[in-house]
């Protein structure tokens, strides 16, 4: 299979140029993130000689909720909302989803 079939079947997409419209997305986000994050740790008063057992899990939470905001809204002005809260809501149920 090929890797256009494989997305297309696997994400739900038509074409390559939603496929490529979807990665510039999550590189523009990915981008986007580390900027905002560096800019909202300086405004906390976060510097590299904070402790790291502080520091570090800031960065992930302050990172992990930036991205998920940043890749809907993102998508929204590429015309793949549809696309990307689909995305967003799985990686929910993934996350919430109970080992019983």
């Known amino acids: 299979m090929q890797?256009?079939?494989?997305?297309e079947k696997r994400w739900g997409i038509v074409g390559w140029w939603q496929?490529?419209?979807?990665?510039?997305?999550f590189a523009i986000t990915g981008t986007s993130t580390m900027?905002?994050?560096r800019y909202l740790m300086q405004t906390m008063g976060i510097t590299p000689d904070t402790n790291g057992w502080i520091r570090f899990p800031?960065?992930?939470?302050?990172?992990?909720?930036?991205?998920?905001?940043?890749l809907v809204w993102i998508g929204f002005l590429f015309g793949q909302f549809t696309f990307f809260w689909n995305f967003e809501k799985k990686m929910w149920r993934r996350i919430l989803r109970r080992k019983d």
């Not at 890797?3 to 997305?7: A, G, I, Q, R, T």
């Not at 496929?19 to 997305?25: G, R, S």
């Open 3 to 7: 890797v256009k079939e494989f997305l």
């Open 19 to 25: 496929i490529a419209v979807i990665f510039i997305v």
């Open 35 to 37: 900027f905002i994050n």
């Open 58 to 70: 800031v960065k992930i939470l302050i990172t992990f909720f930036v991205y998920q905001i940043l």
